[in-house]
T-cell receptor, first 111, second 118 residues
């Protein structure tokens, strides 16, 4: 069952920051928030994950609210190659049986 | 990280036939998985490929339809048996890397095999 809700689609102007929201109001204390993306005709690609603290890597930043009930993935300077479906997933432990891909957000970066 | 290759990348098959998809990883991994992505849909986990034992299937998927082999820690196959048009999907292999702080519980996916059944 989906533990996250995301908008179906979003547009973002090229060069601007893309902010993708995710609600996970039933998240448990030991569940991490993961973000993956899937560019058309490719396998999903890991972006970032976090537990409580905000995280940043070379691809994106992840902002998790203090109550952990929602988070935002930020692509600081969106490019056309960032056009993809972005999946927000909450999971604990190992094994793919708790890596549930919901419907995701289709981000379109507009020139 | 892990680099995953799949063969074939795509195929068009006739109803009633079977297709075996291969997944090769460039390093030894404990956990390998097979997913299906039907047209316009999200990913659905088919099974966990266990090395040296039978695969663990998710609800709605059975061994007779999707037999899986895992002869070693770098290779797995998924067979789609007695195919029908409803089996037209992208089939993805995935591995999980454990134990390092940066990549804790990170999953890597192969490029997928696009199957069309006529």
């Amino acid at each position: 069952d989906a533990k996250t809700t995301q908008p179906t689609s979003m547009d973002c102007a090229e060069g601007r920051a893309a902010n993708l929201p995710c609600n996970h109001s039933t998240i448990s204390g030991n569940e991490y928030v993961y973000w993956y993306r899937q560019i058309h005709s490719q396998g999903p690609q890991y972006i970032i994950h976090g537990l409580k603290n905000n995280e940043t890597n070379e691809m994106a930043s992840l902002i998790i609210t203090e109550d952990r009930k929602s988070s935002t993935l930020i692509l600081p300077h969106a490019t056309l190659r960032d056009t993809a479906v972005y999946y927000c997933i909450v999971r604990v432990g190992t094994g793919a049986n708790n890596l549930f891909f919901g419907t995701g957000t289709r981000l379109t970066v507009i020139p | 990280s892990a680099v995953i290759s799949q063969k074939p990348s795509r195929d068009i098959c006739q109803r009633g036939t079977s297709l075996t998809i291969q997944c090769q990883v460039d390093s030894q991994v404990t956990m390998m998985f097979w997913y299906r992505q039907q047209p316009g849909q999200s990913l659905t986990l088919i099974a966990t490929a266990n090395q040296g034992s039978e695969a663990t299937y998710e609800s709605g998927f059975v061994i007779d339809k999707f037999p899986i082999s895992r002869p070693n820690l770098t290779f797995s196959t998924l067979t789609v048996s007695n195919m029908s048009p409803e089996d037209s999907s992208i089939y993805l292999c995935s591995v999980e890397i454990l134990g390092t702080a940066r990549y804790y519980n990170e999953q890597f996916f192969g490029p997928g095999t696009r199957l069309t059944v006529l």
